[in-house]
């Protein structure tokens, strides 16, 4: 984890191997943004013409490196695009903050040490800018080199690591507010990126056995109970969604629950993970050239895992649980077959028409089970639907909830942290086209609203009165194309920042 300082020194005199400053799209051109004034007197006050010379315009994420004048004490200056001049007294847009941040930090793969001396008004902008550079510095390496590392570096084909050092100029380290941005900033990218790299490993090593084993190590670092329900435990129990999903695998099922808990808390969330480890698509095998990238459908069990431990850390006045519906969705001679009927936690039976909607299924267990404990809400977390992707694209989650107020809430709290969001609604005539002949329901319904049919398949195991939502991250859980702003390509950590927010304000009585 790159390691992360508020910083007293000034901009002219701090030793480091880059120094970052914003530029902002002016009129006529580039404009230095605030936080770089030292650096434009080294440079004669003339910073924004050199800039404008060499072809920057300042537009957001635009990186342009040049050589610093001899009144610095660093050898590079990094000047980052941000986008439009704010209105009069309006300040940069906190997410525009953080992909800057994110983009410099990014392109400072392989240096030891930066500044960042860009606009710092409030907290809020020193978080923005805190967790842009530690999401931003952000490299999964942890199977390249192997023993041809030495000389892939001498050759220079080597992967460069992530900037080990982020220096923030013109915070104040001891003003409290400042101190606790930093702080929890640090907490948060943390977490983001323990669930991106649980994206990002391979399936034949992250198993459900070795999820579930990565939860318990991290719970009990943290304080956090964990009860791991093996397969004996899952057939004795009766969880036939998950058990169904995962008996054609060699790899058995696992359903892992973290409790962390607060001793003044006066709420209790849960939030539900779907954690497909691999999904082949069982027997109704997905085609060709869609199975390269479903490492990732256990994204959604990663970002409830980071955002329980982040609530730990953290040590937030609320309780929370945290459910890892852990499996592997293989085909075999005991897998569940397209007509089959699964009996699931809840009692309820289910025709599985098509073994590729296995989500849903191991989820309608787990939130079944959440229900058990009555908590104030639940809100799952899924890379549940391709539908979901047609109708919002790879960077926009949709949101579903059975309360139109929480539902709002998460959007607006998803906004603020900066994950593209958008409401859903789960239209009520939908819900006859998974009627069965045969079961209580199917898991399939009409493929026109697909994504809007898998929540309402979801919410008949909801517990009655449990206010809850359902999150389809399928689409910006991972990122395919090339990385912009403080998004890597691979896993994204998606929903964790959402997550942990939602804790933060259930904390404080400050939930819309």
């Excluded at 040049?66 to 000047?79: D, N």
């Excluded at 847009?93 to 040490?113: C, I, Q």
């Excluded at 849960?270 to 095998?285: E, H, M, P, R």
Aim: overall charge negative.
């Amino acid at each position: 984890m790159t390691a992360l300082t508020l910083s007293t020194a000034g901009a002219a005199t701090l030793r480091a191997d880059a120094l970052v400053v914003g530029v902002a799209k002016g009129p006529k051109g580039p404009i230095v943004a605030a936080g770089a004034e030292a650096v434009d007197k080294a440079y004669d006050g003339k910073l924004a013409g050199v800039l404008d010379a060499l072809g920057a315009s300042g537009a957001e994420g635009e990186i342009t490196k040049l050589p610093a004048p001899a009144g610095l004490k660093v050898p590079v200056v990094l000047a980052v695009g941000l986008g439009s001049v704010p209105e009069k007294d309006e300040s940069f847009d906190e997410e525009v903050l953080r992909r800057a941040a994110g983009a410099a930090a990014r392109a400072l793969h392989g240096s030891k040490k930066a500044a960042f001396a860009l606009p710092l008004e409030d907290a809020s902008a020193v978080t923005a800018v805190a967790e842009g550079a530690l999401l931003g510095a952000y490299a999964f390496t942890a199977y390249q080199g192997g023993e041809n590392k030495a000389r892939k570096e001498a050759k220079g084909a080597a992967p460069k690591a992530p900037l080990a050092e982020v220096a923030l100029l013109g915070a104040k380290p001891r003003d409290k507010e400042h101190k606790a941005a930093i702080e929890r900033a640090a907490v948060v990218a943390a977490e983001v990126n323990v669930a991106r790299d649980l994206v990002n490993t391979p399936p034949n090593d992250l198993t459900p056995e070795a999820f579930a084993a990565v939860a318990s190590a991290a719970a009990k670092e943290n304080g956090i109970k964990v009860q791991v329900l093996d397969e004996k435990a899952l057939i004795k129990g009766g969880y036939g969604g998950i058990m169904g999903v995962g008996k054609g695998s060699e790899n058995l099922p696992r359903l892992v629950k973290l409790t962390y808990t607060h001793p003044k808390a006066e709420k209790t969330l849960a939030f539900v993970g779907k954690g497909i480890t691999y999904d082949s698509g069982g027997i109704s095998l997905k085609p060709a050239g869609h199975n390269e990238t479903m490492k990732c459908d256990m994204a959604g069990a990663a970002a409830v895992f980071a955002s329980v431990v982040a609530a730990a850390k953290l040590g937030l006045r609320v309780n929370v649980t945290g459910w890892l519906a852990l499996a592997e969705n293989m085909p075999s001679g005991s897998a569940t077959k397209p007509g089959d009927v699964l009996r699931m936690y809840s009692g309820k039976t289910v025709e599985v028409l098509n073994t590729d909607a296995e989500g849903r299924l191991v989820l309608g267990d787990a939130l079944t089970k959440a229900s058990e404990d009555n908590p104030d809400a639940i809100v799952d977390v899924a890379t549940l639907t391709g539908a979901m992707v047609l109708a919002l694209g790879d960077r926009t989650f949709g949101i579903m909830s059975n309360d139109d107020a929480f539902r709002t809430s998460i959007h607006e709290i998803a906004e603020e942290v900066g994950e593209s969001s958008w409401p859903m609604p789960l239209p009520a005539e939908l819900r006859k086209t998974m009627d069965s002949p045969t079961a209580d329901i199917a898991n399939m319904g009409v493929r026109m609203g697909g994504g809007l049919v898998a929540g309402l398949f979801l919410q008949e195991f909801v517990g009655e009165g449990i206010t809850w939502a359902h999150l389809d991250i399928a689409g910006p859980a991972f990122h395919e194309g090339a990385p912009h702003g403080y998004t890597p390509k691979g896993g994204t950590g998606s929903a964790v920042r959402t997550l942990v927010r939602l804790a933060e304000r259930t904390a404080t009585g400050d939930l819309g």
